[in-house]
């Protein structure tokens, strides 16, 4: 037999019947839909109890790192806001137990947070100073 014969026999393999079907990939609304309720929850909560809002990027990061915000952690955190206004600082790191916030105090803006395991081997810069609460 012819070696190019016989290679191609070995190394391309015989097929038969219909050729397989690919599924039909999932539709990605639901993803967006979500995160837009959980904003809006998460913005309704913030409006209660605190002059704050939170960036589209802060609300990420809470959801993504699973982030519990309760009534008394939103309170703290406009107090530290208030505290940082005082002190004439403009961007802050305002911790509130094991949670931080990195917010525009002149814009009222939560800009990102980090919670837990996220905060070891942190380096935050460009921040003017920082407030524990």
Do not use: C, W
């Not at 990061?61 to 309760?70: A, G, H, Y």
């Amino acid at each position: 037999m012819d070696s190019y014969l016989m290679q191609s026999r070995l190394y391309m393999p015989v097929v038969t019947g219909t050729p397989a079907v690919r599924p039909a990939s999932p539709q990605k609304e639901q993803a967006p839909q979500s995160q837009e309720s959980f904003k809006k929850i998460l913005d309704e909560q913030v409006a209660k109890t605190s002059n704050l809002s939170f960036s589209k990027h802060a609300a990420a990061r809470v959801q993504e790192r699973s982030i519990t915000l309760s009534q008394d952690s939103l309170a703290r955190l406009d107090e530290g806001v208030r505290i940082a206004r005082e002190k004439g600082m403009d961007d802050t790191l305002i911790i509130v137990d094991s949670t931080a916030f990195i917010v525009s105090v002149k814009n009222g803006t939560v800009i990102t947070t980090l919670g837990g395991n996220d905060l070891r081997g942190s380096a935050i810069t460009n921040i003017n100073g920082t407030v524990i609460v």
